[in-house]
C-alpha cells in the first residue's frame, strides 16, 4: 500500500500543502510514541495553516509542561476554553470543522506514508525559515550569522541527544527506575525474578493454548485480580456475550460455579456489598469485527465519562479485524499484535490477550513460541507470553501446566504445574516448589512414560 501511495509521490499531496499538513496534524494525535519523536524535530511555525500552528502548539505546550500529549477529547476541551466567544470567533470556527472532520472521518489510510515524508517536509520548512531570515540578516549586513543559521536548519531531524555515554553517564543506570505493574494473582508468576510484580504498563501479555485449555478463564482471573485490588478494568469479548463473561467473574468474586450464580443471586449481591472492587466494563464486538481503531474510539467514550482503566483484556486478539488486508493471515495477525503494543504504550496501561495454538500443540506436554498459530510474529511482539497445556487425559482432574515461554521482565522457560477450576475461572498453582526448566519437565515426562509402560507390561505378563 505504502507504493502506491509513493507511486503518486508528494504532488497527492499538492507538495506538502493543506491535505499533508491537516494528515501530519492526524498522526500526531493518533500516535503518541512517534508524536513523542516529532516533538524534538517539530515546530509549530512549520505549519502553513493558521489552526494547525494552534493546535500544535497547544498540543506539544501540553506535552513539555505533563511529560504525556492529550486525548483528542482533552485537546477540544482545551481549545474550547481558550477560544471563549468573542475571541477570534474565524480561527475556532476552522479548528472546530477540522477536528469533527478528522473523528468523524479517521481515513487512515495515508497515515503511515505522510509520517515517512513528514521529516523531509519539516526539513524543508526549516530551510524556507532558514531563507527568509537570512535576506533579513544580509539586508542588515550579520553575514557571518547567515552561515549558523543554514547549519541550524540542515540539522533537522538530526538526533538532540548524541546517546548513553558509557562512561560519562553511569550514574543515570544506577537510578531505581519504578514499575508500576498489575498482578496476575498468581503468586509463582508474579515474583520479582519473573513477572516482577506482574504486566507492566505499556506492556502486552499473551496467553496461548489449544482450543478448550481455557484462555478465556485465564483473562478473566487476570482480571478479577485487578479489580480486587481495586483497579479498572475493560474487558473486551468477541466470541461470549457480556453476561456470559460477566458471570464469570460472578463465579471467581463469589466462589461459586458459574452454572449456579442465576439460582443463587441473592448470595452474589450479598458478596459485592461485603467486598470492595474496582469498575469493570464488559464491551462485546462480534467475532471478526472489531478493530483497534474501533477500542480506540471506546476507550475514548470511556474516557468522556470519567472511566480510565488500569488493565485491558482482550478476548482474542486472533479473531479481531485487522486495519489492512494481506495475502496472508499472517501478516494481517502480526499487524493486529502491533497495534495492539501501540495502544498500550499509547494509554500506558497493560493489555492481555490470548492466542490460539495450533493443531500440533494438542496433545503436547507443553506449549511453546512455535505452537503460536499463524503468526510467529505475534510473539516477538509480545512483552510475555505464557501457555497453558491440558491434555485430554489431564481436563477431568483439572491439572496442567503453565509455560513462560518469553518473558522480557525476568526469566522465561520455566514451567509450574497448575490446577484449574473452570467452573470458577481460577487458577491455582499446585506447589509453589515444584519449578521446573523445560529440560527437566521433559525429562520429568519420559520417565513417568517409562514409568507407565513398565507397569502395563507387568500387567501383561502377570495375567499370562
Known amino acids: 500500500m505504502i507504493n502506491e501511495y509513493a507511486s503518486e509521490g508528494l504532488a497527492h499531496f499538492k507538495q506538502y500543502g493543506k491535505s499533508f499538513q491537516e494528515k501530519i496534524f492526524q498522526c500526531l ?18 505549519f502553513d495553516l493558521k489552526y494547525l500552528r494552534y493546535l ?44 469533527h472532520r478528522i473523528r468523524m472521518n479517521p481515513d487512515v489510510g495515508d497515515l503511515k506514508f505522510v509520517k515517512e515524508k513528514t521529516l523531509d517536509f519539516c526539513k524543508q520548512q526549516a530551510m524556507k525559515e532558514a531563507l527568509e531570515e537570512a535576506v533579513e540578516r544580509i539586508s542588515d549586513g550579520k553575514l557571518e550569522s547567515v ?54 504498563r505499556g506492556e502486552i ?9 481455557g484462555k478465556s478463564h485465564f483473562l478473566v482471573s487476570v482480571g478479577a485480580e485487578a479489580l480486587r485490588r481495586g483497579k479498572n478494568v475493560v474487558h473486551y469479548t468477541f466470541e461470549l456475550s457480556e453476561t456470559a463473561v460477566g458471570l464469570r467473574y460472578d463465579s471467581n ?57 488500569s488493565l485491558i483484556v482482550i478476548d482474542y486478539a486472533d479473531i479481531m479485524r485487522s486495519s489492512r488486508k494481506y ?19 499509547d494509554m500506558n496501561i497493560p ?48 491439572l496442567g501446566r503453565i509455560f513462560i515461554a518469553k518473558n522480557r521482565a525476568g526469566r522465561d522457560g520455566i514451567l509450574f504445574p497448575m490446577r484449574m477450576d ?19 519437565a521433559l525429562r520429568s515426562d519420559n520417565n513417568d512414560m517409562k514409568t507407565l509402560l513398565k507397569n502395563k507390561w507387568k500387567e501383561i505378563n502377570s495375567a499370562s
Not at 490477550?353 to 503460536?372: C, F, Y
Open 422 to 440: 473452570t467452573a470458577r475461572s481460577k487458577i491455582l498453582v499446585v506447589d509453589s516448589d515444584d519449578e521446573m526448566t523445560l529440560s527437566e
Open 56 to 99: 500544535s502548539d497547544k498540543y506539544f505546550s501540553y506535552y513539555l509542561k505533563y511529560k504525556d500529549f492529550p486525548t483528542l477529547p482533552l485537546l477540544i476541551t482545551i481549545v474550547r476554553d481558550d477560544l471563549r466567544e468573542g475571541k477570534d470567533v474565524i480561527l475556532r470556527d476552522q479548528i472546530v470543522e477540522f477536528l
Open 253 to 309: 468474586f463469589c466462589n461459586i460455579p458459574s452454572n449456579e450464580v442465576i439460582d443463587r443471586k441473592d448470595e452474589v449481591l450479598k458478596k459485592y456489598e461485603e467486598i470492595d472492587l474496582g469498575r469493570l466494563i464488559i464491551k462485546e464486538y462480534p467475532t471478526g469485527s472489531a478493530t483497534v481503531m474501533m477500542i480506540r474510539n471506546h476507550l475514548e467514550k470511556l474516557s468522556l465519562k470519567g472511566f480510565a482503566p
Open 147 to 200: 552561515m549558523g543559521l543554514m547549519r541550524h536548519a540542515l540539522s533537522v531531524g538530526m538526533p538532540a541527544s548524541i546517546g548513553h555515554d558509557f562512561m560519562e553517564d553511569a550514574e543515570a543506570r544506577f537510578v531505581h527506575i519504578s514499575r508500576r505493574a498489575c498482578p496476575t494473582g498468581i503468586p509463582q508468576l508474579d515474583k520479582k525474578d519473573i513477572l516482577n510484580g506482574g504486566l507492566g
Open 29 to 46: 494525535i493518533t500516535d503518541k510514541n512517534w508524536s513523542t519523536q516529532m516533538s524534538e524535530v517539530m515546530t509549530p511555525t512549520y
Open 351 to 398: 493489555v492481555w490477550t490470548a492466542s490460539q495454538a495450533n493443531r500440533d500443540s494438542a496433545n503436547s506436554d507443553i506449549v511453546g513460541l512455535e505452537n503460536m498459530s499463524e503468526a510467529y510474529g505475534k510473539a516477538m511482539v509480545a512483552d510475555v507470553v505464557i501457555s497453558l497445556s491440558r491434555k485430554p487425559t489431564e481436563k477431568s482432574s483439572g
Open 327 to 345: 495475502d496472508s493471515l499472517r501478516h494481517e495477525l502480526k499487524l493486529i499484535y502491533e497495534e495492539l503494543r501501540n495502544l498500550a504504550m
Open 205 to 213: 501479555g499473551v496467553v496461548t493454548a489449544n482450543t478448550g485449555v
